[in-house]
């Protein structure tokens, strides 16, 4: 009998000895169970804070949007603007339809003339579009990092859309905003020499040829000194005589 009773009381201390370490195991998996659990709450709490505020955030994104872009695009009307009644003579006037959607500044241009709005892809025989679409694209290019872009622009016949003598002047202000921009600008144009050959520091011919190809002639090479614009740097290319 006596055998017996110490056999279960070693028993139940050896039961009792694993549940202790039980407890313990027990005790540290809850230990970390709460840990996680203020962390997770305080993450919750952290991300509501900002969901909460998230929409406020997103409007002075907005607005800041709007006041960043707001003072380049007045300038870039003006520009256009400036481009458009001195080429074409027309008392129009460029503006930009600003808008923000899904945190991008979208842009369209139109054109008005007095106070009425007009679709630029429409009227002057494209004449309008060849003449904003050179700006905007000086004005992109002079917002690259130089370094690790070269400034140099080809316009392809974008006179192509313009009367024989609105040229010149589309090529003199090309060459001012070039200037003013410290731009190389390489100007292809089946006009006359005579239209644009002022403004640029050199002027190539190039004529087709049946035996060795495409042969290409300089025509004139100025220096910076005589031109009217100093250190404008262009080059134009024609296939007429």
């Known amino acids: 009998m006596e055998l017996t009773e110490q056999e279960d009381w070693r028993a139940l201390a050896r039961e009792r000895q694993e549940l202790t370490r039980r407890l313990d195991r027990l005790s540290g998996v809850a230990e970390g169970r709460v840990r996680e659990f203020l962390s997770a709450r305080d993450t919750l709490?952290?991300?509501?804070?900002?969901?909460?505020?998230?929409?406020?955030?997103?409007?002075?994104?907005?607005?800041?949007?709007?006041?960043?872009?707001?003072?380049?695009?007045?300038?870039?009307?003006?520009?256009?603007?400036?481009?458009?009644?001195?080429?074409?003579?027309?008392?129009?006037?460029?503006?930009?339809?600003?808008?923000?959607?899904?945190?991008?500044?979208?842009i369209e241009f139109e054109m008005?003339?007095?106070?009425?709005?007009?679709?630029?892809?429409?009227?002057?025989?494209?004449?309008?579009?060849?003449?904003?679409?050179?700006?905007?694209?000086?004005?992109?290019?002079?917002?690259?990092?130089?370094?690790?872009?070269?400034?140099?622009?080809?316009?392809?016949?974008?006179?192509?859309?313009?009367r024989p003598d609105l040229v010149p002047g589309f090529v003199r202000l090309i060459a001012a905003i070039a200037e003013r921009l410290d731009l190389q600008v390489l100007y292809i144009s089946h006009h006359p020499v005579d239209h644009f050959a002022n403004h640029a520091r050199r002027v190539f011919a190039l004529r087709p040829g049946r035996e060795n190809g495409p042969r290409l002639d300089i025509l004139s090479e100025r220096p910076a000194a005589v031109l009217d614009l100093p250190g404008f740097a262009v080059a134009a290319a024609t296939d007429t005589e």
Not at 70 to 93: F, M, N, P, S
Not at 129 to 139: A, E, H, K, M, Q
């Open 112 to 162: 008005e003339q007095d106070g009425r709005a007009e679709d630029i892809l429409t009227g002057q025989g494209g004449s309008v579009c060849n003449i904003l679409s050179v700006g905007l694209r000086l004005i992109a290019l002079s917002q690259l990092d130089p370094a690790a872009h070269r400034p140099f622009l080809v316009l392809d016949e974008q006179d192509c859309w313009l």
């Open 45 to 106: 709490a952290t991300v509501t804070e900002f969901l909460d505020m998230s929409p406020r955030v997103a409007a002075r994104l907005e607005e800041l949007t709007r006041e960043l872009f707001g003072a380049v695009l007045d300038e870039v009307e003006t520009d256009l603007t400036h481009a458009v009644r001195e080429i074409l003579g027309q008392d129009r006037k460029v503006v930009s339809r600003r808008d923000v959607k899904n945190n991008r500044l979208h």
